[in-house]
C-alpha cells in the first residue's frame, strides 16, 4: 500500500496493522506512528516536525532537507556548564575515538594518525585533555564536549603552549569554549605553570576577553624526558624570529697597498664620522593591533600569538 499526501494534514496516524511506504511530497505539521507499526518512510520535500512513538522502530528515508525532526519524545538538553569536567585524554582510554572524532570535525586528518597522536598523552607532557559532559543515561560513557593540548615551552620552564582548542559545532556560543580555557588554567596552577601561550587567526577578540594578550612566539616541546639534559633541548630551534639579522658593514681601516717598484701608496681618505643624531623615538611601547600580525605559519597564513600569565 502506498500513500501520497498532498495537502497538510495537522496529524497522521497509521494503524498498527498497516505497513505501508509512505512519499509525503507536501509539508506535514506532525506525523505520530502506533508502537507497533513498523514502516518505511519517504520524505520527498520539506518535513516541519516528525515525532514517532518511543517505541516505535521506525526505518525513515529522508532525501531533501528537513526542517527539524525528533525521534525521541523530549529534546536532548544542552550540557550543563556546572557539571562539566576536564579529564587528561590518557585517564580515559574508552574516549579515544570519540576525541578524535571531535578534533577531525574541525581538523580532518587521518584517523589513524589522530589516534597515534592522542596516545601519546601523558603526565609529562604533551597532554591532551577532555572536556566531558555526563550523559543522560547514567551507565554511558560521558559525552566529549571539548579538547585542548598542553605542551612544554623550551626555555620556559614555567610556561605551557596551548594547541588544539576545539568545541564540538553544536555546542558553540554557548559559554563552553570559556569552561574549557578557565579549566585549563586551573589544570595548569595546580602543576605549578605560571604562563599559557597559544596561537590563533581567527579568535584573537575571545582570547582577549579572557585575559590574553599579544605576545611573541615560543618552541613547543613535542617530547620532554628527564633523561634529555637541558644542553641538548637547548639545541632544537627555536620560533624563527621576524626579523632577520642584519650585519654591520666592515668600518674598520684598510692597510695601504705596498708597490714592489717604489714607496708606498698614500693611504686612502678617512671614512666620514658616523652620524650621532637619531631619529626620535615614540614615547611608550607602541600599541599592538588585533587586527594586523607579523608572523605566518608554515602555510603562510597569519596568525596571533597571544600570551596570558595565570
Given at each position: ?33 502506533d508502537p507497533a507499526h513498523h514502516s ?154 605560571h604562563k599559557l601561550h597559544l596561537t ?111
Amino acid at each position: 500500500m502506498e500513500v501520497i499526501l498532498n495537502t497538510s494534514p495537522a496529524e497522521l496516524t497509521l494503524d498498527p496493522a498497516c505497513q505501508p511506504e509512505l512519499t509525503l511530497r507536501s509539508s506535514l505539521n506532525k506525523l505520530t506512528l502506533d508502537p507497533a507499526h513498523h514502516s518505511e518512510l519517504t520524505l520527498s520535500t520539506q518535513l516541519a516536525e516528525l515525532t514517532p512513538d518511543s517505541t516505535s522502530q521506525t526505518e525513515m528515508t529522508l532525501r531533501p532537507g528537513l526542517a527539524e525532526l525528533n525521534l525521541d519524545p523530549e529534546e536532548t538538553p544542552i550540557p550543563n556548564l556546572a557539571e562539566l569536567t576536564l579529564e587528561p585524554v590518557h585517564c580515559r582510554p574508552e574516549l579515544l575515538d570519540a576525541c578524535a572524532d571531535l578534533i577531525n570535525e574541525q581538523w580532518p586528518r587521518s584517523r589513524a594518525s589522530r589516534l597515534h597522536s592522542l596516545g601519546q598523552s601523558s603526565e609529562a607532557f604533551p597532554l591532551c585533555l577532555m572536556l566531558l559532559s555526563p550523559c543522560p543515561a547514567h551507565e554511558a560513557a560521558p559525552i566529549v564536549v571539548g579538547h585542548a593540548r598542553l605542551s612544554r615551552v623550551l626555555g620556559r620552564p614555567q610556561s605551557l603552549l596551548v594547541e588544539t582548542v576545539v568545541v564540538a559545532r553544536a555546542l558553540r556560543g554557548r559559554g563552553f569554549g570559556r569552561r574549557l580555557m578557565e579549566g585549563l588554567e586551573v589544570f595548569a596552577q595546580a602543576r605549578g605553570f605560571h604562563k599559557l601561550h597559544l596561537t590563533t587567526h581567527d579568535q584573537m577578540h575571545f582570547y582577549a576577553h579572557l585575559g590574553y594578550q599579544l605576545g611573541e612566539p615560543v618552541q613547543g616541546l613535542v617530547f620532554t624526558s628527564r633523561h634529555l639534559p637541558t644542553t641538548l633541548l637547548s639545541a632544537f630551534p627555536r620560533a624563527p624570529s621576524p626579523w632577520l639579522p642584519c650585519r654591520a658593514p666592515n668600518l674598520t681601516a684598510q692597510v695601504a697597498p705596498m708597490d714592489p717598484k717604489g714607496p708606498p701608496l698614500p693611504p686612502p681618505p678617512p671614512l666620514p664620522e658616523p652620524l650621532t643624531t637619531s631619529l626620535p623615538t615614540p614615547s611608550g611601547n607602541p600599541r599592538k593591533s588585533l587586527l594586523v600580525t607579523k608572523y605566518q605559519n608554515l602555510r603562510g597564513c597569519p596568525i596571533f600569538w597571544m600570551e596570558k600569565d595565570i
